[in-house]
């Protein structure tokens, strides 16, 4: 196995505005850290680069979640 320290936990929220079809998977990120919301900052900033502009008014829905676990590095080989 692997060491506790050796192994990268990122999280991501599949999100979007309430009466859309458009959901953004969004990384947990440290960029924003001490924000209220960081993935709703992070959503809207993104939203904004795709598609030219922000739902003003609307929530935010959380469609689903993603955690994944790696450990960087080589791939070992199989014995």
Same mark, same amino acid.
């Given at each position: 196995?692997?060491? =506790?320290?050796?192994?990268?936990? =990122?999280?991501? *929220?599949?999100?979007?505005? =309430?009466?859309?079809?458009?959901?953004?998977?969004?990384? =947990?990120?440290?960029?924003?850290?001490?924000?209220?919301?960081?993935?709703?900052?992070? #959503?809207?900033?993104?939203?904004?680069?795709? #598609?030219? #502009?922000? *739902?003003?008014?609307?929530?935010? *829905?959380?469609?689903? #979640?993603?955690?994944?676990? *790696?450990?960087?590095?080589?791939?070992?080989?199989?014995?």
């Amino acid at each position: 196995g692997y060491s =506790e320290e050796s192994i990268v936990i =990122e999280k991501y *929220l599949n999100m979007r505005y =309430e009466g859309t079809d458009n959901a953004i998977m969004i990384k =947990e990120s440290k960029h924003h850290a001490g924000v209220k919301l960081p993935y709703a900052k992070t #959503f809207v900033e993104q939203y904004h680069r795709e #598609f030219g #502009f922000e *739902l003003e008014g609307r929530d935010i *829905l959380i469609d689903d #979640f993603r955690v994944r676990a *790696l450990v960087p590095g080589a791939t070992p080989t199989p014995p």
